[in-house]
């Protein structure tokens, strides 16, 4: 069925006309991500509409505009609930969209949250602490070395070498840094010294299914040890993907067991990914999860693992569309009752 989709979205091109930074936009959007989004669904048969950022959805939902579906790539720009904005106004009109709903985003944005909604699902992750201030740093219980991050970031923004912590006395500091520099608390975890995955999930609840992982190996010419915000901005010359297979890997196989009960224990939709890294013992562990994940065709992580095994762009944003139009039953029977009272 035909469907007219609308397209919710921040442009970094946007941002930075009116004055933000490149690590202050790194989450949003490039020009091509859109257009490429755009003609893959016009290509799949439905019309689109180009809505924007949360701002200008709202204006368009008091202008009386719907749409019969909306794929929403927004990530927002302030507050804990910046990935939950969309949503929520979209809930409010009752007009159904892609990947998850706002509690899941404005849960799986604060780290710290996310993990112990994880620990308590009974899936595998490292343990944590979340600092408010700095001199909390100091009563970390676990052993050196640390890895410390903002606790509500993407993108590897704020994560460099000098995350990785080798002294119980210098967390302090590295707190101090993070927390002046991006004004939130932080994460420090063990860090972890073994192998890193990425896992692609698309479907929601027992319908969801694993895409397939890829290993990150970091080149010599990367910040050696951490996935970090500028490996992560210049990834094809600093970082190599490997695709790897559960059949063929046994630590593979543990750790889609893993990404895909932490999907489904946070209640994640439609499409997104999620981060793994293994312990000194081998085991993967969850790290953190993406429910609004990059959807470049050639840059981003699901659409390359996608593109490693062979699967034409035009099937996941497929996929994406089918698993979302579900809801769209839904919406139309709760409207349907409403109109009944």
């Known amino acids: 069925m035909a469907m007219t989709i609308g397209l919710t979205y921040d442009l970094r091109s946007e941002y930075l006309a009116e004055g933000f930074s490149e690590e202050e936009t790194a989450e949003f959007d490039r020009d091509d991500t859109v257009t490429a989004i755009e003609s893959t669904i016009q290509r799949l048969g439905h019309r689109t509409e180009r809505i ?8 368009a939902l008091v202008a009386g505009r719907r749409w019969d579906l909306v794929f929403n790539i927004a990530e927002g720009m302030h507050g804990i609930g910046r990935e939950a904005q969309v949503p929520a106004l979209l809930d409010m009109y009752r007009i159904p969209y892609t990947f998850s709903d706002p509690l899941v985003m404005s849960l799986s944005l604060h780290k710290g949250m996310t993990k112990r909604v994880i620990r308590d699902a009974g899936v595998p992750t490292s ?72 896992t692609g999930i698309v479907g929601t609840g027992p319908k969801a299914r694993v895409l397939g992982t890829i290993e990150v190996h970091l080149l010599d010419t990367a910040e050696q040890g951490v996935y970090s915000y500028v490996n992560k901005e210049e990834c094809e010359s600093r970082v190599q993907y490997s695709l790897r297979r559960a059949e063929n890997d046994p630590v593979v196989a543990e750790a889609e067991q893993v990404a895909l009960s932490a999907w489904r224990a946070l209640g994640c939709r439609d ?12 085991h993967p562990l969850f790290i953190e999860v993406n429910p609004l994940a990059g959807i470049h065709p050639e840059h981003s992580d699901l659409p390359i693992i996608c593109n490693l095994l062979k699967i034409p762009y035009g099937d996941l944003i497929g996929w994406i569309i089918e698993s979302a139009a579900t809801r769209i039953e839904m919406t139309n029977h709760l409207q349907s009752a409403a109109g009944c009272i």
């Open 52 to 59: 924007g950022h949360s701002r200008q959805l709202a204006a």
């Open 127 to 198: 343990d944590f602490k979340v600092v408010e201030r700095p001199a909390e740093a100091l009563s970390v219980t676990f052993a050196p070395p640390y890895f410390v991050k903002p606790v509500a970031e993407g993108t590897g923004k704020g994560v460099t070498p000098q995350s990785i912590v080798h002294k119980k006395t210098d967390l302090e500091a590295t707190c101090r840094r993070l927390m002046d520099t991006f004004r939130q608390a932080v994460i420090i975890e063990p860090y972890l010294p073994g192998r890193e995955f990425t």
């Open 271 to 282: 499409a997104g990914r999620l981060d793994l890294r293994c312990d000194r013992y081998g």
